[in-house]
């Protein structure tokens, strides 16, 4: 079976394994919990499953001091929605207090404007970034994914961030429809123009539109001889650069894992220790062939 060996694939050639070139960005994931239940979440977020608890600000604190030394840009904060952590906005003020990027992932709904005050002292921060999950420009095909009323609900946030000048990105998703990329991003700029959201669309870093994943669907390992066969190297993988820190629910301490895709499996748990977090992870998932290597997507910039 594929995906099985963590040194061999499924016909025995080597697999491919991507070392820590540095720690570039470090995701923290803020918990499961999210104030709605998306049809095909890959975290499986919702209002009932805290399965990653709440990450505190002494956890973040002790993320960034041990890797102290490390080519850390930027933070990102990815849950659930991160704004139902009521430690997010001191996690921010630590992060862009350092000098580091900050990036928030979030559906701008109501658990963001309940924090619309401590948000409005931050909206001058150079380093401070908003990415709004709006999974396609018509609302039907969003609302069939998040629930009804959310595409507006959304948007309502976007202009309220928009309006108070906050740094906007948006990530949408490819696969809702067989239309071409560039007739998706021409439709997701008509709304950004009819509502005065100042994100470039033709622009991939503003307007990420990110693969769909599903781990039953066939395709290739990954093995060593691949990055020659692709023209890629190891170094464009995402865990080239990255971890993510979570917090299991009734854990002692937090952990690094080695994707923001993959917070559930224990071939990908890196342990408490930043030191062993550093070691290369084998590309033995689904995930690391359709959506990083294949794919060529990433979560961050």
Same mark, same amino acid.
């Given at each position: 079976?594929?995906?099985?060996?963590? *040194?061999?694939?499924? #016909?025995?050639?080597?697999? %491919?394994?991507? !070392?820590?070139?540095?720690? /570039?960005?470090?995701?923290?994931?803020?918990?499961?919990?999210?104030?709605?239940?998306?049809? *095909?979440?890959?975290?499986?977020?919702?209002?009932?499953?805290?399965?990653?608890?709440?990450?505190?600000? $002494?956890?973040?604190?002790?993320?960034?001091? =041990?890797?102290?030394?490390?080519?850390?840009?930027?933070?990102?904060?990815?849950?659930?929605?991160?704004?139902?952590?009521?430690?997010? @906005?001191?996690?921010?003020? &630590?992060?862009?207090?350092?000098?580091?990027?900050?990036?928030?992932?979030?559906?701008?709904?109501?658990?963001? /404007?309940?924090?619309?005050?401590?948000?409005?002292?931050?909206?001058?921060?150079?380093?401070?970034?908003?990415?709004?999950?709006? $999974?396609?420009?018509?609302?039907?095909? *969003?609302? %069939?994914?998040?629930? %009804?009323?959310?595409?507006?609900?959304?948007?309502?946030?976007? /202009?309220?961030?928009?309006?108070?000048?906050? /740094? &906007? *990105? @948006?990530?949408?998703?490819?696969?809702?429809?067989?239309? !071409?990329?560039?007739?998706?991003?021409?439709?997701?700029?008509?709304?950004?123009?009819?509502?005065?959201?100042?994100? $470039?669309? =033709?622009?991939?870093?503003?307007?990420?539109?990110?693969?769909?994943?599903?781990?039953?669907?066939?395709?290739?390992?990954?093995?060593?001889?691949?990055?020659?066969? &692709?023209?890629?190297?190891?170094?464009?993988?995402?865990?080239?650069?990255?971890?993510?820190? @979570?917090?299991?629910?009734? =854990? #002692?301490?937090?952990?690094?894992? %080695?994707?923001?895709?993959?917070?559930?499996?224990?071939?990908?748990?890196?342990? =408490? $220790?930043?030191?062993?977090?550093?070691?290369?992870?084998?590309?033995?998932?689904?995930?690391?062939? #359709?959506?990083?290597?294949?794919?060529?997507?990433?979560?961050?910039?």
């Amino acid at each position: 079976m594929k995906f099985q060996d963590p *040194h061999r694939t499924a #016909k025995g050639e080597r697999r %491919a394994a991507v !070392p820590l070139f540095g720690l /570039r960005t470090l995701w923290a994931n803020t918990g499961t919990l999210c104030n709605i239940t998306c049809a *095909h979440c890959y975290i499986e977020s919702s209002p009932r499953n805290d399965r990653l608890a709440y990450l505190t600000l $002494d956890d973040l604190r002790a993320a960034l001091d =041990a890797a102290k030394g490390e080519p850390l840009e930027e933070v990102g904060f990815t849950g659930g929605e991160p704004f139902l952590n009521r430690e997010l @906005v001191p996690m921010l003020r &630590l992060v862009l207090g350092r000098g580091l990027r900050a990036i928030v992932l979030t559906n701008a709904m109501k658990p963001m /404007r309940n924090h619309a005050e401590a948000l409005l002292s931050l909206r001058g921060e150079a380093g401070l970034t908003m990415r709004v999950s709006l $999974d396609h420009p018509d609302p039907d095909l *969003h609302d %069939a994914e998040r629930g %009804a009323g959310s595409f507006a609900a959304t948007l309502e946030g976007l /202009r309220w961030l928009a309006v108070h000048g906050f /740094r &906007l *990105h @948006v990530a949408g998703r490819a696969g809702f429809t067989a239309e !071409p990329e560039a007739a998706l991003r021409q439709r997701f700029a008509a709304l950004f123009e009819a509502n005065g959201i100042p994100v $470039d669309a =033709a622009d991939p870093v503003s307007l990420m539109l990110f693969p769909e994943m599903d781990e039953t669907a066939e395709v290739p390992e990954i093995t060593e001889a691949c990055w020659g066969i &692709l023209g890629k190297s190891p170094e464009s993988v995402m865990c080239a650069s990255s971890r993510m820190l @979570v917090r299991r629910r009734g =854990a #002692k301490a937090a952990s690094w894992v %080695a994707c923001t895709l993959l917070p559930y499996d224990e071939r990908f748990d890196l342990g =408490a $220790d930043f030191r062993t977090a550093s070691r290369a992870v084998a590309l033995n998932h689904p995930h690391c062939a #359709k959506f990083c290597v294949l794919g060529g997507a990433a979560c961050s910039r």
